[in-house]
């Protein structure tokens, strides 16, 4: 940007924040300065516009609106290379304990001392036993967890899917027998803030990956799913953050929601005479693999859902902050490509 044009933006910003400073009913010589500094050093814009609201006094629907675009702005002036997210509003706080994006962060830095040998099985190149090891040993999610002899990338699931999905973000490739990081774009991506770092790999999980290759018996189950997303997300719309469901119920919900497009497909057909067995896939096979590959596998990994397992009383999970805006994002169906946000810029 050229400088004149640049003091001409910084000046426009100034002054618009002292506007706004005085119809709140702020010290204008003080508080200017103040929120100027503060949104500099935010390590995000949601962070910077919820510090800046929250030191305002109940302010209206119409100030709220105007602090939040002014902000959003201001921070984006100070960080030009950042690019801008579309109705992303997620904080560093909100994706701090998203254990996919731990996962991933670890994992790349492994990578990077050390890429990882793949072998080819049965039509197919997995990482090697003793790398696929090496790697889950040093995935955060997997502290705690007992280890076992693997016998091939398979044995890991976590580290599979992860595995898909950095592929998937293209911030890892095969070449020459190895599993290795892609330069350039893992650099983009670690220069983005944290809750656009798990904005791509939201995106590359979600849209990228196909979930089928993980549910085995049920692949055609999870493809419909897959298929019609949309679905999945209004039926949890309007959930808020720390609101508190049942596993099981919430599994029937989302049952019921993708039932009859089972149905449209022939997948609940059976043989005359098999209605019983009908009934046992419906109230018990297809809950409990919903809970696995959606609440665990998806929603939990992400950080979007806490799973509270209670001894002797029936599991809850709870919704995250994180949870709640991005299905909230989700619903409104106006979200871009998360790649993109390492292409174009």
Same mark, same amino acid.
């Given at each position: 940007m050229p400088k004149n044009d640049f003091q001409t933006k910084a000046t426009t910003h100034e002054a618009k924040l002292r506007a706004l400073c005085a119809l709140s009913d702020i010290d204008v010589k003080q508080g200017a300065p103040f929120f100027m500094s503060f949104v500099k050093d935010a390590p995000d814009p949601e962070t910077a516009v919820q510090g800046v609201i929250n030191r305002l006094s109940q302010p209206s629907a119409a100030l709220h609106r105007k602090w939040r675009s002014l902000i959003t702005d201001l921070w984006t002036f100070n960080h030009p290379h950042v690019p801008a997210l579309p109705q992303w509003p997620l904080s560093a706080e909100d994706v701090a304990i998203a254990p996919l994006l731990l996962d991933a962060r670890e994992v790349l830095t492994v990578l990077e001392e050390k890429s990882a040998v793949i072998v080819q099985e049965k039509n197919e190149w997995l990482i090697s036993p003793d790398d696929a090891m090496r790697l889950a040993q040093s995935m955060p999610s997997q502290t705690g967890q007992p280890l076992f002899a693997v016998e091939n990338e398979w044995n890991c699931l976590d580290l599979k899917r992860l595995r898909s999905v950095l592929q998937a973000a293209r911030l890892v490739r095969a070449i020459k027998g190895h599993l290795v990081p892609v330069r350039s774009r @893992?650099?983009?991506?670690?220069?983005?803030?944290? +809750?656009?770092? @798990? =904005?791509? @790999? #939201?995106? +590359?999980?979600v849209y990228h990956v196909h979930w089928q290759d993980y549910?085995?018996? #049920?692949?055609? =189950?999870?493809?419909?799913?897959q298929d019609y997303l949309p679905l999945l997300w209004e039926a949890n719309e309007n959930v808020d953050s720390q609101e508190v469901e049942d596993r099981t119920l919430w599994a029937i919900r989302i049952l019921e929601t993708f039932l009859p497009l089972w149905e449209e497909e022939g997948l609940l057909d059976l043989p005359r005479g098999h209605r019983a067995a009908l009934q046992i896939v419906q109230q018990h096979a297809l809950p409990t693999i919903i809970d696995r590959f959606l609440l665990r596998d998806l929603l939990e990994r992400h950080g979007l859902i806490t799973i509270t397992e209670e001894f002797g009383s029936i599991s809850k999970f709870t919704w995250t902050s994180a949870g709640a805006k991005i299905i909230a994002a989700e619903t409104n169906r106006d979200l871009t490509c998360g790649n993109n946000l390492l292409e174009t810029w």
């Open positions: @893992l650099d983009r991506w670690r220069s983005l803030p944290a +809750a656009q770092q @798990l =904005y791509v @790999l #939201w995106h +590359a999980d549910a085995g018996l #049920w692949s055609k =189950y999870m493809k419909t799913i």
